[in-house]
């Protein structure tokens, strides 16, 4: 049976790292527990347009992404399966 709680615990110690996906560059935000996935934020564009309270855009912001970290029957897990690159900090 998987180890959740350790999978977990080993995931968070990736949030404020850097991971290179599909040659763009995110900072690990969030984990979410119940897949196990990370949430992740574009460092280097901005180019989702936010609108404020009323409806109207103002400014762009970073794009943020899901992805589905897959964890075996042994309680591992593989980011590079996924396609993300942990870079040095």
Request: hydrophobic share 35%.
């Amino acid at each position: 049976m998987i180890d959740k709680i350790n999978v977990i615990q080993t995931l968070r110690q990736h949030i404020g790292r850097n991971v290179r996906h599909k040659n763009i560059i995110y900072e690990v935000i969030e984990v979410l527990e119940d897949v196990p996935a990370l949430v992740l934020q574009d460092c280097e564009h901005h180019t989702k347009i936010q609108a404020d309270q009323h409806g109207e855009a103002h400014r762009r912001v970073p794009e943020t992404k899901t992805i589905i970290i897959p964890v075996d029957n042994d309680g591992r897990y593989d980011i590079t399966a996924v396609g993300l690159e942990l870079l040095s900090s």
